[in-house]
């Protein structure tokens, strides 16, 4: 069975202070890994699709690599908008569904 | 706004109720994914459709069915509530390597 950990569970930054979260998998051949934002109450907000290790996608101050274990989501400069939950997802090639992490939940104060 | 529409947003029953939940996906795609959403267990796959066809399940109850219309909108039933059914239960439609989700229906059991 698929598995996702992320780590940590929360995370309180200053505005600007940069981080990266961790998702580290364990998936019998990976389709896709997926990374998603949530607000409180809201759907998953997709973000990112990496394929293969070595991979890298970005998107504004967000910037997501792949290896082969594991996945980081590197938050630049954050500002206060950036608090959210960040979801980590993988869907393996024998399966037609997304597991997901637990997410981190991430705190950014002015 | 991801396209994929979700009625109704809440929705407060009692124990041994049945609810029927509705799920419209992104124009063009033909794939409906279920999932449940509750404090305790994070985001959990429940079932998916393609085309009308159920293609993959996941931990469902056997209370809680699905099924997939010729429009390729989906519904998902859930009987004989119980207070642990309360949760968030987000529908997801797909294009290629993106997993779009709804905004979700808020199930409060009393």
């Known amino acids: 069975e698929d598995q996702v950990t992320q780590s940590p569970e929360a995370l309180r930054l200053q505005e600007g202070e940069s981080s990266s979260l961790n998702c580290s998998y364990t998936v019998s051949g990976l389709r896709g890994l997926f990374w998603y934002r949530q607000d409180p109450g809201k759907g998953p907000e997709f973000l990112f699709t990496l394929y293969s290790a070595g991979e890298e996608k970005e998107k504004e101050r967000l910037k997501a690599t792949l290896t082969k274990k594991e996945s980081f989501l590197h938050i630049t400069a954050p500002k206060p908008e950036d608090s959210a939950t960040y979801l980590c997802?993988?869907?393996?090639?024998?399966?037609?569904?997304?597991?997901f992490g637990a997410g981190t939940t991430v705190t950014v104060r002015a | 706004d991801s396209g994929v529409t979700q009625t109704p947003k809440h929705l407060i029953t009692a124990t041994g109720q049945r609810v029927t939940l509705r799920c419209s996906p992104r124009s063009g795609d033909l794939s409906v994914y279920w999932y449940q959403q509750s404090l305790d267990q994070g985001l959990q796959f429940l079932i998916q459709y393609y085309n009308g066809e159920e293609r993959a399940k996941g931990n469902i109850l056997e209370r809680f069915s699905a099924q997939q219309f010729p429009d390729l909108h989906s519904e998902l039933n859930l009987s004989s509530l119980e207070l642990g059914d309360s949760a968030l239960y987000f529908c997801?439609?797909?294009?290629?390597?993106?997993?779009?989700f709804g905004p979700g229906t808020r199930l409060t059991v009393t």
């Open positions: 997802a993988v869907e393996g090639v024998h399966d037609y569904k997304l597991s």
């Open positions: 997801a439609s797909s294009g290629p390597g993106e997993q779009y």
